[in-house]
Each structure stands twice: as structure tokens, then as C-alpha cells.
């Protein structure tokens, strides 16, 4: 099954961080994608742009458009990885082993090819 694993932290903290620490905790993490990939259990990784670069589109009597998000949160979703496992106390071990920091929320996800009727 698919899971997403969505990133959460202070994008604060996150963008105060040096090179070398933001460095470090990508190459811990890699560990572990590293071996998703080799297994061909690793699906698109992203990192997303600063919540300023954000775009929102609010639903009213017309649909209107915001810059930034509209959530008033302490931690912001920074990014995400998505990942093939067997389980979801599969796919919490593997977050368990990337997460140094922050919080990972974990989602089932479902496909769909836009224009079937199969869901």
C-alpha cells in the first residue's frame, strides 16, 4: 500500500538551521530512502518552497485567491515522501527512523487515473 508521510515543523527553525545541520539531517534520513529505493518501495520525495511562496484558493459564492496559507499553526507542511509498505507498523518504523525533529503525519493513499471511473 501507499502511504504518504508528510513533514511537519517550524519552518522557522528549519530555515535557521546551517547548511551543514540541514546537511545532516538529510543524509540521516537518506539512510533510510536510500533503502526504500533500492527496493523500489520509494515513490516522489519533495521538499516544498517557503510558506511566502504559497498560494491559496478559498472556496465562498466564488472560489478567491490568497497569497501565503491560511493556517495559523506552529509547525507548517515542509514537504513529503511517499513510500510503498507492506503495513502501516511498517511504514511507522520507517518514519520513526527518519524523524529526528518535527512530526511526521502518515496517510494512506489511494490512487486514481483522472477520467476513470475505477477508483
Known amino acids: 500500500m501507499l502511504y504518504a508521510i508528510l513533514c511537519y ?3 522557522a527553525e528549519v530555515n535557521s538551521w546551517t547548511k551543514e545541520q540541514d546537511d545532516a539531517v538529510l543524509a540521516r534520513r537518506a539512510v533510510v530512502t536510500d533503502r526504500l529505493a533500492a527496493k523500489g518501495r520509494l515513490g516522489p520525495v519533495a521538499r516544498l518552497m517557503p510558506t ?3 498560494t491559496t484558493v478559498r472556496t465562498g459564492r466564488e472560489p478567491f485567491v490568497i497569497d501565503g496559507p491560511f493556517a495559523e499553526t506552529k509547525e507548517q507542511l515542509l514537504g513529503f515522501y511517499l513510500v510503498d509498505c507492506d503495513s502501516l507498523d511498517e511504514v511507522i518504523a ?14 494512506p493513499v489511494r490512487t486514481f487515473k483522472p477520467g476513470s471511473a475505477a477508483p
Open 9 to 11: 515543523h517550524s519552518e
Open 52 to 54: 511566502t511562496a504559497a
Open 94 to 107: 520507517v518514519a520513526r527512523e527518519m524523524l529526528d525533529s518535527g512530526a511526521f503525519e502518515i496517510r
